[in-house]
């Protein structure tokens, strides 16, 4: 199972920054370096909403779980 170190709000505000970013890419006047690297952060950003895991927080040791409830995978306890 996937370790999750990220809250349900983080997610969600990771998610709405992609959404962010994603049309400001789409609504500038070209396309150039600034945009792509918009781009690659606004996938980072999707993909650990999605997923609810930060490779950066875990080097780290940081999480923004309230409980182990809000980052357990399947909502049970994962450990066997």
Known sequence: MIDR???TVERLVRFGLA???VGW????QSFGLLQGLGLLA?????WNS???RCYLWK???LSSCATED???AGGGDSRA
Not at 25 to 28: K, L
Not at 42 to 46: D, G, K, V
């Open 19 to 21: 959404v962010v970013i």
């Open 5 to 7: 170190n990220i809250g």
């Open 70 to 72: 809000d980052c357990s």
């Open 42 to 46: 606004a996938f980072a950003l999707l």
């Open 50 to 52: 999605i997923f609810g």
């Open 25 to 28: 890419i789409f609504t500038a």
């Open 59 to 61: 080097w780290l040791g």
